[in-house]
């Protein structure tokens, strides 16, 4: 028994250490385990798990005005195998933030349009809480919401709707599946011009932000317009001018107001520099008219500016990327022609009047047609000849016109409608560019008169740079074939791109803003479309 205490006395403190060793190492382990288990805990939230691709459609269900951005975001997280994108270390990342703000200044892009669930994302982002987690339907809104974004700064309005307002131009398809992961590495990229817009939208936005401070600070009053006076010209003293001239200072036409009632040669300057941006004859006499156009509502311009840069969205840079293209702004009554970036040649040009419009759209000019004969459209024979000839049994051969079967053409001739030349890229509209023998039209303001072709006043020489490069032509050559009286086809050995586009506002390469009559309408009905959207 005594043996046995002995034992007793020394193992059980033994045991004890043992004991308490084990419990401390037991100990140490799972803290070690509660550690690891954190660790685990935060990689897996930055690195994140795929979540359930099914849980995608219940969130288009519960957000269904995002419903038309749903294959868009699908394919996004297939490609990323449907790992979240929006979450950073447990929380929202820095585009998330960035993409946020620029949703919040769309009136900057020059858009003023509804952003669905706006609420929703400033519950997110005004309360810090609802950011630490991540959390699906948050990051399926933020997709949604990038997409939407993208797809109103960059495309603009959907294709269907521009053609339903005349817009045939080719519109460009892109996806901005991969540009996102390229936003997430360098979100700072959303606040660089983009390649993918045109140059001169990103100039018509700064105009935007001039014309905005100009409403900022009041704008400008109308100017009353004295009922008995017709016009003023330089020498001219009346009360009126100091309105007139305080006027063109607010939209720097003036660079300063001295506040003189005496139309004197600064304000003859500056009446000069307003109406060569405003598409009216470059002289100093001002008249009813011009003041009307002074008194456009700052309000107005914005939105008019604002339309244009819809335009804008609508055209691909690669489009006026080719070695030569030719560009002709229906309500600028106005043709370009580009040549290795720069413009080789300008001209006046008639367009058709608001019966006949000329259509927006693009084609490729192949051919050029020398001494042409005039083939009278039916609906032109049937309106205009055939009521004529009624009248008057001698109207062809007046006309030096003739009958071909059942069709009337005009022969060629200094007299022919299309005048000595014609310029053919093939169209659905029938729509071409001709010469004509109507000079004097080109020195109206306002030139829409054709039945829907443009007439280029300086159309011999745009025959001459056209072919400059073309060994088979000089001058002399063009002029001769001109005038021959017997209609020639040259097919060109490259085929040059057309754009006929549609623009209200268009700032030119020195900066300034030139603003043009809505002949036809169309920014009444665009601007309607991006206010309601």
């Not at 006949?356 to 004969?373: A, D, H, K, L, Q």
């Not at 072919?467 to 002399?476: F, G, I, V």
Request: hydrophobic share 35%; glycine share 4%.
């Amino acid at each position: 028994m005594k043996r046995i205490l002995v034992l007793l006395f020394f193992c059980i403190p033994s045991y004890l250490i043992l004991a308490h060793s084990y419990s401390l190492k037991a100990s140490k382990t799972k803290a070690d385990i509660s550690a690891l288990s954190f660790i685990y805990k935060k990689t897996t939230l930055f690195l994140h798990e795929p979540f359930d691709s099914t849980l995608v459609a219940p969130f288009f269900a519960k957000y269904p005005k995002l419903k038309y951005l749903k294959p868009e975001v699908v394919k996004l997280y297939r490609k990323h195998n449907y790992q979240f994108l929006w979450y950073d270390r447990n929380e929202l990342n820095e585009f998330a933030d960035l993409l946020y703000s620029k949703i919040n200044n769309l009136d900057q892009e020059g858009l003023k349009i509804r952003v669905p669930y706006k609420e929703k994302m400033q519950t997110i982002f005004q309360d810090y809480d609802n950011r630490k987690e991540s959390n699906l339907e948050i990051e399926l809104l933020m997709s949604s919401l990038y997409f939407f974004y993208f797809n109103r700064v960059y495309k603009g309005v959907a294709i269907e709707k521009t053609q339903e307002l005349g817009w045939y131009l080719p519109r460009k398809k892109q996806s901005y599946v991969n540009r996102l992961d390229s936003l997430l590495q360098d979100p700072s990229l959303i606040n660089k011009r983009d390649k993918d817009l045109l140059g001169q939208y990103y100039q018509l936005k700064e105009a935007l932000k001039n014309y905005r401070n100009i409403e900022k600070k009041g704008g400008w009053s109308s100017i009353i317009w004295p009922k008995k006076t017709k016009s003023l010209k330089p020498g001219d003293t009346a009360d009126v001018v100091l309105q007139i001239r305080n006027r063109l200072y607010i939209t720097g036409d003036l660079n300063a107001d001295s506040k003189k009632n005496w139309y004197d040669n600064e304000l003859s300057a500056g009446v000069l520099h307003y109406k060569e941006r405003n598409a009216f004859t470059a002289d100093p006499i001002l008249l009813p008219k011009h003041i009307k156009d002074m008194n456009i509502s700052v309000n107005e311009r914005i939105k008019t500016i604002m339309t244009n840069m819809e335009r804008c969205r609508w055209i691909s840079p690669s489009l006026i990327k080719t070695q030569q293209y030719i560009m002709v702004n229906i309500p600028s009554y106005a043709l370009t022609y580009f040549k290795n970036g720069k413009p080789a040649l300008e001209s006046k040009v008639v367009v058709g009047k608001s019966l006949n419009r000329t259509v927006v759209f693009s084609g490729e000019m192949s051919e050029i047609v020398f001494s042409p004969y005039w083939n009278v459209p039916s609906s032109i024979l049937r309106k205009e000849i055939l009521p004529a000839i009624a009248k008057n049994a001698n109207y062809l051969a007046k006309h030096n016109m003739e009958w071909v079967g059942d069709k009337v053409r005009q022969r060629p001739g200094p007299e022919n409608s299309l005048g000595l030349v014609k310029f053919v890229f093939p169209n659905s509209f029938s729509i071409y560019m001709h010469d004509t023998p109507a000079k004097t039209l080109f020195q109206e303001e306002q030139r829409a008169f054709s039945h829907g072709c443009v007439r280029v006043a300086r159309a011999r020489d745009l025959a001459v740079a056209i072919l400059k490069d073309d060994k088979n032509w000089t001058p002399e050559k063009i002029d001769a074939a001109m005038n021959r009286g017997i209609e020639k086809t040259y097919t060109l050995k490259t085929k040059i791109p057309v754009y006929i586009g549609y623009f209200t506002a268009w700032v030119d390469r020195d900066g300034t803003i030139h603003f043009y009559n809505d002949i036809y309408g169309h920014d009444s009905r665009l601007s309607e479309l991006l206010l309601t959207d």
